[in-house]
């Protein structure tokens, strides 16, 4: 691992070859500059943000657990040139917790049945019962209504419907993982209208593609007061640098439409990167952010996922906040944490799971 430190683009060296030493430096300069450089290489370029006819409608309400929590499905609407899309947000939010709630937002393609409420309520991949009685709201977006999961030449999903028509497609582009990351930013949208919800205080959570997809929403979206990124691997929270496991010709050629065609340029490239993993989570500081591996997950490779959250925290000392830089490979099912950034290995497969979700509100509590 010592190795690849000294090859990682320096996190806190400009591109002019300038050291950033102050917040100002940072926000102002090195911050667009890799968030340039991910937009450009590997996520893309998404051609809007919120559209300007995008409406939010109430398409189902009821109380559960006896009446200690609400919920209901909304469905966000929008239009392009392309013509028009929804997608549904299923939400809980506590009765027994005064005032505006903190809310998890799990992206995933499997929103639960409205008739199998109660079984959602207790599911290890997203224990909704649990996160309530933390006094969180809750909610999951069905990606697939963004945009499906599979390579038709990017003409359905939100690409078919904002794309320029017009214009061959540029290598830049955004791809499936920046559609759905920009649902995420939709989702909040509608948080900011929900008097019961703290906009201010919502974590975008992902397991594995959706990990990579919390991360990039997270890294865009400064709204997102947490970022949480489960078993995300390669091109998610995993240094690309001599990493085992899943390399990036690998994932560029089974999920051909998840990235840029830039990306491509870097197959069996990894070291030829003007960028590695460290700088996309650098991105969220000094907001909280939580990343979480499993033993048996070698696919994902958790010390290279660790190892990219230990090189993040350079952006956070910025802030005079700690970081996990410090700690070794942590044992499983010991979670190390600082002020603002934590990390567990769950014994365990590549899965999300009731332990990991614990792990997150135990961090969370106190600061979100």
């Known amino acids: 691992m010592d190795d690849r430190l000294a090859s990682l683009p320096n996190l806190l060296v400009d591109q002019n070859g300038e050291s950033i030493k102050t917040i100002q430096q940072w926000q102002e300069k090195r911050r667009p500059e890799i968030l340039h450089l991910f937009r450009d290489y590997v996520y893309g370029k998404e051609p809007i943000n919120r559209p300007d006819n995008i409406t939010f409608e109430t398409t189902f309400q009821t109380d559960v657990l006896n009446g200690l929590a609400q919920c209901k499905q909304i469905t966000i609407n929008f239009s392009g040139t392309g013509g028009d899309g929804k997608c549904r947000l299923l939400l809980y939010i506590p009765h027994t917790t005064k005032g505006p709630v903190p809310t998890f937002l799990l992206l995933d393609n499997k929103i639960p049945d409205l008739k199998k409420l109660d079984e959602a309520l207790v599911s290890e991949r997203w224990p909704a019962k649990d996160i309530i009685s933390r006094g969180y709201a809750t909610a999951i977006l069905q990606t697939d209504d963004i945009d499906p999961d599979f390579h038709d030449g990017f003409q359905n999903g939100v690409h078919g419907i904002f794309d320029p028509s017009h214009q061959s497609r540029p290598k830049h582009a955004w791809g499936t993982i920046a559609a759905w990351a920009w649902g995420a930013s939709r989702a909040m949208d509608y948080f900011e209208t929900d008097s019961n919800i703290d906009e201010k205080r919502v974590a975008v959570v992902g397991h594995s593609r959706w990990g990579k997809t919390a991360l990039w929403a997270g890294a865009k ?50 070291y030829d990167m003007p960028f590695d993993q460290h700088m996309l989570l650098s991105l969220i500081a000094p907001r909280l952010l939580y990343v979480s591996s499993a033993t048996e997950d070698e696919w994902a490779d958790p010390e290279s996922e660790f190892l990219s959250l230990s090189c993040a925290c350079e952006s956070y000392h910025i802030f005079d906040s700690q970081g996990v830089h410090d700690h070794s490979f942590p044992s499983p099912d010991k979670p190390i944490v600082g002020d603002r950034v934590g990390y567990h290995l769950r014994t365990g497969e590549h899965d999300l799971l009731k332990y990991d979700w614990m792990c997150f509100l135990d961090f969370a509590d106190g600061k979100l």
Do not use: C, L
């Open 221 to 270: 979206d400064e709204r997102f007061a947490m970022v949480v990124s489960n078993n995300s691997g390669n091109t998610g929270a995993a240094i690309s640098r001599g990493k085992k496991g899943e390399t990036i010709r690998q994932i560029n050629t089974n999920f051909p439409h998840w990235f840029t065609d830039n990306y491509k340029a870097f197959n069996d490239k990894e």
